[in-house]
């Protein structure tokens, strides 16, 4: 016997959603991957700065760090 798409296509009545406006789990928005993800750019700049030599380099890396680590305890 063959494959018949018609198979796949959801008929029973139990397989319907009426409540539901999408068949997907959208979580709420959040502030976390945004403030980490720049604690990742100052980390990876603040390094190459500070292994370079330049002033700011060092602080850069610890902010990028230690903003890495508060989202961590926060999320």
């Known amino acids: 016997m063959a494959y018949d798409y018609r198979d796949s ?12 406006k999408h ?7 959040s502030p976390h991957p945004f403030v980490a993800s720049l604690g990742g750019l100052g980390l990876t700049f603040g390094g190459v700065l500070y ?3 330049y002033s700011g380099g060092k602080f850069l890396m610890f902010f990028g760090f ?3 680590i508060f989202v961590m305890f926060v999320w």
Do not use: A
């Not at 029973?12 to 959603?17: G, I």
């Not at 068949?23 to 928005?29: A, F, I, K, R």
């Open 9 to 20: 296509i959801l008929t029973h009545p139990s397989d319907l959603r009426i409540n539901e």
């Open 66 to 68: 230690f903003t890495i």
């Open 51 to 53: 292994f370079h030599g």
């Open 23 to 29: 068949p997907y789990h959208l979580v709420d928005p």
